[in-house]
């Protein structure tokens, strides 16, 4: 009596993908995509490693990536990173992967508002490529002049900010529409309210918030780590560690089209020349009689001098490296500093030992010796 082994399933398993909301160590939290051909997700999200072929090939698993995840553990909530999917954007700082835009908050008081310290953060943004949302946070601590007086510098600088107050009103509701759909960065100052505007969107978030200190007069960092949050209305909301200081490594060449009012001049004039800064070279479009002139020009002048100290540089003396992405972008990465010294590896040690298997010292085969070879092992 013979008996039919029925063969296994050729039919693939419909893939599981899903998007890194987190980094933590070496482990990714990831939530997973309900796919219309498949059965409901015993959970939401998995705590997934990265396969060691991703380690080897030197693919990096970002917050924001969509990635295919393999050997679900329903049980455990855990899981394995196995691909990850082309990327559309990604910003070096923070570190994250796909975002559609920037909003980049500040406070009108409380740290009191510093026009240098936002113009650094709008070029920061603009220099990213993606679309710059401007809200300010606490207007109910400054007068309607006040408030008027920032509005209209703002619009000749090239931006329409939102105003709101997330402890008075429910002015922020303005936000929502334009936040639906995307994945957002909120980027800014520590102490402006960026953890406090999550809490209000996403009330399941519990972000941890402090108060501004009296004695710096600026804000107390609160998030350490970069991490997206769904919004009820769909969306994603990164929530980022606050800085007061963004670093700034264009080209100088490249800073012209971060600023809206070089743009909007160029656009009904060019240049004499292609390669202008937009100083003083004749024929410039540009010119002078614009309200940031004079911080562009330092700008400017830190990005030559930046540029011609990484020329100077021996190669043994660089810092940084010039390093492309997998989109094509060029960025800066620290170059690793080669040891002077350094220690001789036990594969190296037990290679000498047997080198010396048949030579004596003293008239004594090294055979004899075995009992003491351990003593020479490290």
């Given at each position: 009596m013979s008996r039919t082994i029925a063969s296994p399933s050729t039919e693939p398993e419909t893939p599981l993908w899903g998007v890194v909301t987190a980094v933590q160590a070496n482990y990714y939290w990831v939530t997973l995509e309900q796919d219309a051909h498949r059965e409901v997700l015993p959970c939401r999200a998995l705590l997934c490693i990265r396969r060691a072929r991703l380690k080897k090939i030197g693919q990096r698993v970002m917050v924001g990536d969509r990635v295919q995840v393999v050997d679900p553990d329903w049980e455990g909530q855990r899981g394995a990173i196995a691909a990850v999917a082309p990327r559309q954007t990604v910003l070096d700082r923070p570190p994250i992967a796909n975002a559609d835009q920037v909003l980049l908050l500040f406070a009108l008081a409380e740290p009191d508002l510093d026009p240098h310290q936002l113009s650094r953060f709008l070029v920061k943004a603009e220099s990213t490529g993606l679309s710059v949302l401007l809200c300010f946070n606490k207007q109910d601590l400054v007068t309607d002049h006040t408030r008027r007086l920032w509005q209209h510098r703002l619009r000749q600088w090239g931006y329409d900010p939102l105003l709101i107050s997330?402890?008075?009103?429910?002015?922020?509701?303005?936000?929502?529409?334009?936040?639906?759909?995307?994945?957002?960065?909120?980027?800014?100052?520590?102490?402006?309210?960026?953890?406090?505007?999550?809490?209000?969107?996403?009330?399941?978030?519990?972000?941890?918030?402090?108060?501004?200190?009296?004695?710096?007069?600026?804000?107390?960092?609160?998030?350490?780590?970069?991490?997206?949050?769904?919004?009820?209305?769909?969306?994603?909301?990164?929530?980022?560690?606050?800085?007061?200081?963004?670093?700034?490594?264009?080209?100088?060449?490249?800073?012209?089209?971060?600023?809206?009012?070089?743009?909007?001049?160029?656009?009904?004039?060019?240049?004499?020349?292609?390669?202008?800064?937009?100083?003083?070279?004749?024929?410039?479009?540009?010119?002078?009689?614009?309200?940031?002139?004079?911080?562009?020009?330092?700008?400017?002048?830190?990005?030559?001098?930046?540029?011609?100290?990484?020329?100077?540089?021996?190669?043994?003396?660089?810092?940084?490296?010039?390093?492309?992405?997998?989109?094509?972008?060029?960025?800066?990465?620290?170059?690793?500093?080669?040891?002077?010294?350094?220690?001789?590896?036990?594969?190296?040690?037990?290679q000498a030992l047997e080198d010396l298997h048949y030579t004596t010292t003293d008239g004594a085969d090294w055979e004899d010796l075995d009992d003491d070879r351990s003593d020479l092992r490290c």
């Open positions: 997330l402890h008075q009103g429910e002015d922020w509701l303005t936000l929502q529409p334009r936040l639906q759909g995307r994945v957002t960065v909120v980027s800014g100052p520590s102490g402006v309210g960026k953890s406090s505007l999550i809490n209000r969107l996403i009330p399941a978030a519990h972000l941890r918030t402090n108060a501004v200190s009296g004695k710096l007069g600026r804000g107390r960092h609160t998030t350490r780590h970069v991490e997206l949050f769904p919004l009820p209305q769909g969306g994603l909301l990164a929530d980022t560690p606050g800085f007061n200081q963004p670093d700034l490594t264009l080209h100088p060449a490249d800073l012209g089209s971060c600023f809206p009012e070089i743009r909007r001049r160029l656009a009904q004039d060019a240049c004499q020349f292609n390669d202008c800064l937009h100083g003083d070279e004749p024929g410039c479009a540009v010119g002078n009689d614009w309200d940031r002139y004079d911080l562009y020009s330092t700008l400017v002048a830190e990005a030559e001098a930046l540029q011609a100290a990484q020329a100077s540089r021996s190669p043994d003396q660089a810092q940084l490296k010039r390093k492309v992405g997998g989109l094509g972008e060029i960025h800066q990465e620290p170059m690793l500093q080669a040891k002077k010294y350094r220690r001789v590896s036990r594969r190296r040690q037990r």
